[in-house]
């Protein structure tokens, strides 16, 4: 876009909001004219969804900061719900401003300092699209501690340290939210209402840059290692299958110089248990079947020792498989949440920047905004239905209040 597209835009917006009816604004080409009442029509639901995410990462909040953050997967989790608790929070701020007119004709800013604040900060939802990336790179994050437990658990298990937990969360929060500021250098102050002029995120190199950014990187990355997760508990699954089918390879054989039966008690003829039965043995020639497998009935309890067969894993270790299974499911579960509720916005947005006509405010675009708006009210249900720990804590939480409230 040139600087000549930039003025000519800038006039018709400035002309629209002089115009005789101030609820309607011109779209950038001119070619038709979107009704204010459209775009409230989606504060509205913005606002409703606001309010459920803020009541549900709340609950999710006070249930989960009782558990013990020391595991990575809670504390993880418990970022998340910060993440999208904070972005809950500035969507009922800015949709009930916009929905007062605050900002438009509706109601002008007298106050320049805090006009100029609420055009570059609030207006432009500068923090709410900011959480917006936050809540994805922390995704982000999650999908890689899932990958390195699962798929590399021995490095997992030495090197991966609670620092590097810290330095990937702090990383993910300051540096998400980069590309955003490129909203408020979108939006300017005149005259008690804010102006939007849609030069930076119009270009088609920072469109490419903020698609890339905000939506191609953290999406690859976690669909690449849930599905490296899957691939590796797919083949976790089946050696536990052929374990437990193959049980029988366990057996029972004789060892002479087991130290249990040095306490054994003496026969009539003063040899001891397993001295008598070694003679008996001997005056006979024994089969090579019995050799070979003999049975438990025909040794003292005191000579029996299981044998288990190693090409099978013990069964102690699959109660953990169990449970990580389950705590990757309900974090894959949230990632596939996340990509059904953003990616229509992401790649609508994209095609908009590479020139291709696709109406910002209009009906559809809103549409995509109230379905990328879902996804941070959605996660408190997931964890309610999924995440066994989430369901302990909230059932405890529920019976103190209850007993309390006796």
Request: glycine share 4%.
């Amino acid at each position: 876009m040139s600087i000549n597209d930039s003025i000519s835009q800038w006039n018709l917006t400035w002309k629209s909001l002089q115009s005789k009816d101030p609820y309607i604004y011109r779209d950038p080409d001119g070619e038709r004219d979107v009704l204010d009442a459209e775009i409230d029509v989606g504060r509205v639901f913005q606002l409703i969804l606001g309010s459920i995410g803020f009541v549900g990462n709340l609950l999710c909040l006070i249930v989960l900061l009782t558990k013990s953050l020391r595991n990575y997967t809670n504390f993880l989790i418990v970022t998340q719900t910060v993440a999208d608790f904070i972005a809950s929070a500035f969507l009922i701020l800015v949709a009930s401003l916009r929905l007062m007119g605050y900002g438009d004709r509706r109601r002008e800013i007298q106050s320049e300092r805090f006009g100029a604040f609420y055009c570059y900060f609030l207006y432009s939802h500068l923090p709410i699209f900011a959480f917006f990336a936050i809540s994805t790179y922390n995704l982000t994050v999650i999908s890689i501690e899932r990958y390195l437990a699962v798929v590399k658990p021995m490095w997992y298990i030495a090197k991966f340290k609670r620092r590097w937990l810290y330095i990937l969360t702090g990383a993910a929060w300051c540096l998400a939210p980069l590309m955003q500021i490129v909203l408020s250098l979108d939006v300017q102050y005149d005259d008690g209402v804010c102006i939007t002029v849609k030069y930076f995120s119009s270009s088609i190199y920072v469109g490419i840059a903020i698609f890339i950014w905000e939506y191609f990187v953290p999406a690859t990355v976690m669909l690449f290692s849930f599905a490296c997760v899957a691939h590796k508990l797919r083949k976790l699954n089946r050696i536990s299958v052929a374990w437990l089918r193959d049980r029988d390879h366990v057996h029972v054989v004789d060892i002479p110089g087991d130290s249990s039966a040095t306490h054994s008690k003496k026969s009539r003829s003063g040899a001891s248990e397993p001295e008598a039965k070694l003679a008996s043995t001997n005056q006979t020639t024994p089969s090579p079947q019995n050799v070979a497998a003999p049975t438990s009935s025909s040794l003292p309890t005191s000579l029996q020792k299981p044998v288990v067969n190693d090409r099978w894993p013990p069964r102690v270790i699959r109660p953990a498989i169990i449970r990580r299974k389950k705590t990757t499911k309900v974090l894959f579960v949230i990632v596939l949440v996340y990509m059904v509720c953003w990616s229509p916005n992401q790649w609508a947005f994209f095609y908009h920047n590479l020139g291709g006509h696709f109406l910002i405010d209009g009906k559809l675009h809103l549409a995509t905004i109230v379905m990328a708006t879902c996804n941070t009210c959605v996660n408190p249900f997931i964890l309610a239905f999924r995440y066994k720990v989430y369901q302990r804590g909230l059932v405890d939480l529920l019976r103190r209040s209850f007993r309390n409230g006796r």
